[in-house]
């Protein structure tokens, strides 16, 4: 196995955090970013993004970005304004949409990026159409650009079900099988490592 560095951006989040650790445990130098922790950064902001990965590859080359992030309002649907959906929108589509378009050109040869996007693109429930909606825009972006990237990179979203450690979401998720994290987790060090692109890779 190839060492890589790997910027982690949502690192302070359940599945971040777990990510960074496990492929620090395999030998990875991980980059932690977050909006308020490591090297910081404010994903509804494309500035914000611009200058985060601009300040990393500084440092040395990135051959991966994973982005276990994303924050969307879940409320019932006859209760979700356009507003709504658009600040779902900026912060898991845009937000990840804009890693990918401002670290594709920095990224070493044959990198990868692995988005976060989640079960409820193809199987909704009461309270989550903006999460849903979100959710299937990062799914269509990864499958558009798998085939565009330059210097071979690779791209693909990892799509969790509802995790088992966190528990104030299962009432929103009746009947689903939650997961633990450290499966999400090793989901995407598949990405990282693999060779897999233009995958939604469900857990």
Do not use: C, W
């Amino acid at each position: 196995m190839t060492t890589q560095r790997v910027l982690v951006v949502g690192a302070s989040g359940l599945i971040g955090g777990a990510v960074a650790d496990l492929l620090e445990q395999r030998g990875h130098e991980v980059v932690r970013a977050s909006r308020s922790t490591g090297e910081q950064v404010d994903l509804t902001d494309e500035a914000s993004v611009a200058d985060l990965l601009r300040r990393v590859t500084a440092a040395g080359p990135l051959h991966a970005v994973v982005a276990a992030t994303g924050k969307v309002p879940f409320k019932p649907a006859t209760e979700l304004t356009v507003e709504d959906y658009r600040a779902g929108l900026l912060d898991k589509a845009l937000g990840q949409i804009a890693l990918v378009v401002h670290g594709a050109p920095l990224l070493a040869e044959r990198g990868s990026f692995t988005l976060t996007s989640g079960i409820l693109s193809h199987s909704p429930v009461p309270t989550g159409a903006a999460a849903s909606v979100a959710n299937g825009a990062v799914e269509g972006f990864v499958r558009a650009h798998a085939a565009t990237l330059p210097g071979g990179a690779r791209i693909n979203a990892v799509s969790p079900n509802v995790l088992a450690e966190a528990e104030g979401y299962h009432p929103s998720f009746p009947g689903f099988l939650p997961v633990p994290a450290a499966d999400v987790a090793a989901t995407y060090v598949r990405a990282v490592e693999g060779v897999e692109t233009g995958r939604v890779l469900d857990v």
